[in-house]
């Protein structure tokens, strides 16, 4: 069984790979910033597709509007 498992994640991460960038970046951005950290330190390709600035930006405008919407003044604070 150990070796099917390991055989589906290498098959997930040839997709992953052969996905366009821009199609990466929606997904990454999606994610709260220390995630889509996490992610470009799992290797050196996904390191490569992070460098980006407008990804960045996105992840940034994204978790920014989220902590608005909960009621948090700035990211990691909430309303008491």
């Not at 991460?13 to 970046?25: T, Y």
């Not at 889509?36 to 330190?41: E, K, T």
Request: aromatic content about 8%; proline content about 4%; glycine content about 4%.
């Amino acid at each position: 069984m150990e070796g099917a498992e390991q055989g589906s994640t290498k098959d997930l991460s040839v997709v992953w790979n052969r996905l366009p960038l821009e199609l990466q970046h929606e997904v990454w951005a999606l994610l709260p910033p220390c995630d889509a950290v996490m992610l470009s330190l799992v290797c050196h390709q996904w390191r490569e597709a992070s460098q980006t600035e407008s990804l960045w930006r996105t992840i940034h405008h994204r978790f920014t509007f989220r902590s608005l919407l909960n009621g948090e003044e700035r990211i990691g604070t909430k309303h008491h």
